[in-house]
T-cell receptor, first 113, second 112 residues
Framework: KAGVTQTPRYLIKTRGQQVTLSCSPI?????VSWYQQTPGQGLQFLFEYFSETQRNKGNFPGRFSGRQFSNSRSEMNVSTLELGDSALYLC????????????FGPGTRLLVL | GQSLEQPSEVTAVEGAIVQINCTYQTSGFYGLSWYQQHDGGAPTFLSY????GLEETGRFSSFLSRSDSYGYLLLQELQMKDSASYFCAVSSPGGSQGNLIFGKGTKLSVKP
Protein backbone atom coordinates (compact mmCIF):
# COMPACT_ATOMS: atom_id res chain seq x y z
CA LYS A 1 0.00 0.00 0.00
CA ALA A 2 1.24 3.46 -0.81
CA GLY A 3 1.83 5.70 2.16
CA VAL A 4 0.50 9.16 2.88
CA THR A 5 1.56 11.67 0.25
CA GLN A 6 1.73 15.43 0.51
CA THR A 7 2.24 18.09 -2.11
CA PRO A 8 4.09 20.27 -2.55
CA ARG A 9 7.09 19.24 -0.49
CA TYR A 10 8.58 22.72 -0.31
CA LEU A 11 7.03 26.13 -0.69
CA ILE A 12 8.23 29.70 -0.41
CA LYS A 13 5.66 32.46 -0.05
CA THR A 14 5.65 36.09 1.03
CA ARG A 15 3.66 37.68 3.81
CA GLY A 16 0.03 38.34 2.92
CA GLN A 17 -0.19 35.58 0.32
CA GLN A 18 -2.26 32.47 0.71
CA VAL A 19 -1.28 28.83 0.29
CA THR A 20 -3.03 25.51 -0.27
CA LEU A 21 -1.46 22.22 0.78
CA SER A 22 -2.67 18.80 -0.28
CA CYS A 23 -2.68 15.42 1.45
CA SER A 24 -3.63 12.01 0.05
CA PRO A 25 -4.18 9.43 2.80
CA ILE A 26 -3.39 5.74 2.74
CA UNK A 27 -5.97 3.90 0.68
CA UNK A 28 -8.96 3.00 2.84
CA UNK A 29 -8.17 5.59 5.51
CA UNK A 30 -11.02 8.00 6.10
CA UNK A 31 -9.52 10.29 8.73
CA VAL A 32 -6.97 12.97 7.95
CA SER A 33 -5.38 15.14 10.64
CA TRP A 34 -3.17 18.15 10.06
CA TYR A 35 -0.34 19.32 12.31
CA GLN A 36 2.02 22.25 12.37
CA GLN A 37 5.54 21.55 13.56
CA THR A 38 7.98 24.26 14.59
CA PRO A 39 11.19 23.96 16.63
CA GLY A 40 9.79 25.93 19.53
CA GLN A 41 6.25 24.53 19.73
CA GLY A 42 6.60 20.92 18.65
CA LEU A 43 3.68 19.20 16.93
CA GLN A 44 0.50 21.21 17.21
CA PHE A 45 -2.87 19.92 16.08
CA LEU A 46 -4.67 21.98 13.46
CA PHE A 47 -7.78 19.97 12.56
CA GLU A 48 -9.10 16.55 11.69
CA TYR A 49 -11.46 15.54 8.91
CA PHE A 50 -13.47 12.36 8.76
CA SER A 51 -15.87 11.50 5.96
CA GLU A 52 -15.71 15.05 4.58
CA THR A 53 -16.61 16.61 7.94
CA GLN A 54 -14.38 18.48 10.34
CA ARG A 55 -14.44 16.33 13.46
CA ASN A 56 -11.95 18.19 15.66
CA LYS A 57 -10.35 21.60 15.52
CA GLY A 58 -7.25 22.95 17.23
CA ASN A 59 -6.63 26.40 18.60
CA PHE A 60 -5.48 28.12 15.46
CA PRO A 61 -6.86 31.35 13.98
CA GLY A 62 -9.50 31.32 11.28
CA ARG A 63 -6.81 31.96 8.65
CA PHE A 64 -6.20 28.22 8.81
CA SER A 65 -8.90 26.17 7.16
CA GLY A 66 -9.28 22.80 5.55
CA ARG A 67 -11.58 20.46 3.73
CA GLN A 68 -11.85 16.85 2.75
CA PHE A 69 -13.12 15.39 -0.48
CA SER A 70 -15.20 12.30 -1.09
CA ASN A 71 -12.06 10.29 -1.93
CA SER A 72 -10.65 11.25 1.52
CA ARG A 73 -8.00 13.53 0.06
CA SER A 74 -7.66 16.67 2.12
CA GLU A 75 -6.46 20.19 1.60
CA MET A 76 -5.54 22.88 4.05
CA ASN A 77 -5.44 26.56 3.28
CA VAL A 78 -3.67 29.37 5.05
CA SER A 79 -4.67 32.88 4.09
CA THR A 80 -2.87 36.15 4.76
CA LEU A 81 0.40 34.41 5.56
CA GLU A 82 2.52 35.68 8.44
CA LEU A 83 6.22 35.10 9.09
CA GLY A 84 5.29 32.88 12.04
CA ASP A 85 3.48 30.47 9.73
CA SER A 86 6.84 29.17 8.53
CA ALA A 87 6.79 25.55 9.62
CA LEU A 88 6.61 21.93 8.58
CA TYR A 89 2.98 21.02 7.90
CA LEU A 90 2.25 17.36 8.40
CA CYS A 91 -0.82 15.36 7.65
CA UNK A 92 -1.56 11.97 9.12
CA UNK A 93 -4.19 9.42 8.19
CA UNK A 94 -5.95 6.64 10.03
CA UNK A 95 -8.89 4.33 9.44
CA UNK A 96 -11.12 6.60 11.49
CA UNK A 97 -11.61 5.45 15.05
CA UNK A 98 -10.15 7.90 17.52
CA UNK A 99 -7.85 5.38 19.19
CA UNK A 100 -6.24 4.19 16.00
CA UNK A 101 -2.65 4.72 14.94
CA UNK A 102 -1.99 7.69 12.71
CA UNK A 103 0.51 7.46 9.85
CA PHE A 104 2.28 10.60 8.72
CA GLY A 105 3.14 11.93 5.30
CA PRO A 106 6.52 13.50 4.50
CA GLY A 107 5.24 17.00 5.18
CA THR A 108 5.27 20.31 3.36
CA ARG A 109 7.95 22.73 4.45
CA LEU A 110 6.60 26.26 4.16
CA LEU A 111 8.84 29.30 4.35
CA VAL A 112 7.20 32.71 4.58
CA LEU A 113 9.40 35.66 3.71
CA GLY B 1 -5.57 20.50 30.01
CA GLN B 2 -3.76 17.47 28.78
CA SER B 3 0.02 17.22 28.81
CA LEU B 4 2.92 14.87 28.30
CA GLU B 5 6.41 15.16 29.78
CA GLN B 6 9.54 13.60 28.35
CA PRO B 7 13.23 14.55 28.62
CA SER B 8 14.37 17.03 26.01
CA GLU B 9 17.71 15.36 25.26
CA VAL B 10 19.46 12.05 25.85
CA THR B 11 22.97 11.01 24.81
CA ALA B 12 24.26 7.44 24.62
CA VAL B 13 27.02 5.47 22.92
CA GLU B 14 26.74 2.94 20.15
CA GLY B 15 25.81 -0.51 21.39
CA ALA B 16 24.33 0.78 24.63
CA ILE B 17 20.75 0.69 25.90
CA VAL B 18 18.72 3.84 26.47
CA GLN B 19 15.31 4.40 28.03
CA ILE B 20 13.15 7.42 27.22
CA ASN B 21 10.43 8.07 29.78
CA CYS B 22 7.06 9.69 29.25
CA THR B 23 4.52 10.75 31.85
CA TYR B 24 1.11 12.03 30.89
CA GLN B 25 -1.95 13.76 32.26
CA THR B 26 -5.06 13.31 30.16
CA SER B 27 -8.77 13.31 30.77
CA GLY B 28 -9.30 10.37 28.44
CA PHE B 29 -6.87 7.67 27.40
CA TYR B 30 -6.92 4.96 24.76
CA GLY B 31 -3.21 4.23 24.51
CA LEU B 32 0.36 5.49 24.22
CA SER B 33 2.28 5.64 20.96
CA TRP B 34 5.89 6.32 20.11
CA TYR B 35 7.14 7.99 16.96
CA GLN B 36 10.65 8.51 15.59
CA GLN B 37 11.57 11.56 13.58
CA HIS B 38 14.91 12.16 11.88
CA ASP B 39 15.99 15.72 11.16
CA GLY B 40 14.06 17.01 8.17
CA GLY B 41 11.85 13.94 8.05
CA ALA B 42 8.34 13.02 9.09
CA PRO B 43 7.34 11.16 12.27
CA THR B 44 7.42 7.40 11.77
CA PHE B 45 5.25 5.16 13.92
CA LEU B 46 7.24 2.83 16.20
CA SER B 47 4.87 1.25 18.69
CA TYR B 48 1.53 1.45 20.47
CA UNK B 49 0.53 0.27 23.94
CA UNK B 50 -3.14 0.10 24.83
CA UNK B 51 -2.70 -2.24 27.78
CA UNK B 52 -0.21 -2.32 30.63
CA GLY B 53 2.99 -4.16 29.96
CA LEU B 54 5.84 -4.47 27.52
CA GLU B 55 5.60 -4.58 23.72
CA GLU B 56 8.73 -5.66 21.85
CA THR B 57 9.54 -4.93 18.23
CA GLY B 58 13.09 -5.91 17.36
CA ARG B 59 15.57 -3.66 19.13
CA PHE B 60 12.78 -1.40 20.39
CA SER B 61 10.45 -2.09 23.31
CA SER B 62 7.71 0.06 24.78
CA PHE B 63 6.14 -0.16 28.21
CA LEU B 64 2.95 1.26 29.68
CA SER B 65 1.60 1.55 33.21
CA ARG B 66 -1.88 3.08 33.09
CA SER B 67 -2.14 3.31 36.87
CA ASP B 68 1.05 5.40 36.98
CA SER B 69 0.26 7.38 33.79
CA TYR B 70 3.74 6.43 32.67
CA GLY B 71 5.43 4.77 29.78
CA TYR B 72 8.85 4.37 28.28
CA LEU B 73 10.61 3.48 25.07
CA LEU B 74 13.64 1.20 25.37
CA LEU B 75 16.19 1.12 22.58
CA GLN B 76 18.77 -1.66 22.68
CA GLU B 77 22.01 -2.18 20.77
CA LEU B 78 22.02 1.47 19.78
CA GLN B 79 23.18 2.32 16.28
CA MET B 80 24.23 5.67 14.83
CA LYS B 81 21.08 5.69 12.71
CA ASP B 82 18.99 5.76 15.90
CA SER B 83 20.01 9.40 16.38
CA ALA B 84 16.67 11.16 16.03
CA SER B 85 13.87 12.74 18.01
CA TYR B 86 11.42 10.43 19.76
CA PHE B 87 7.89 11.53 20.59
CA CYS B 88 5.42 9.91 22.91
CA ALA B 89 1.78 10.55 22.07
CA VAL B 90 -1.46 9.79 23.85
CA SER B 91 -4.54 8.67 21.95
CA SER B 92 -7.55 10.23 23.59
CA PRO B 93 -11.07 11.39 22.72
CA GLY B 94 -10.84 14.24 20.26
CA GLY B 95 -11.08 17.89 21.13
CA SER B 96 -9.00 20.98 20.57
CA GLN B 97 -5.85 18.88 20.88
CA GLY B 98 -7.08 16.21 18.50
CA ASN B 99 -7.08 12.46 18.89
CA LEU B 100 -3.30 12.23 19.25
CA ILE B 101 -1.54 14.49 21.74
CA PHE B 102 2.24 14.71 21.44
CA GLY B 103 5.00 15.36 23.91
CA LYS B 104 7.69 17.88 22.99
CA GLY B 105 10.07 15.12 21.90
CA THR B 106 13.38 13.71 23.13
CA LYS B 107 16.44 14.28 20.98
CA LEU B 108 18.62 11.18 21.13
CA SER B 109 22.24 11.54 20.13
CA VAL B 110 24.18 8.31 19.63
CA LYS B 111 27.96 8.73 19.86
CA PRO B 112 30.55 6.31 18.46
Amino acid sequence: KAGVTQTPRYLIKTRGQQVTLSCSPISGHRSVSWYQQTPGQGLQFLFEYFSETQRNKGNFPGRFSGRQFSNSRSEMNVSTLELGDSALYLCASSLGRQEETQYFGPGTRLLVL
Amino acid sequence: GQSLEQPSEVTAVEGAIVQINCTYQTSGFYGLSWYQQHDGGAPTFLSYNALDGLEETGRFSSFLSRSDSYGYLLLQELQMKDSASYFCAVSSPGGSQGNLIFGKGTKLSVKP
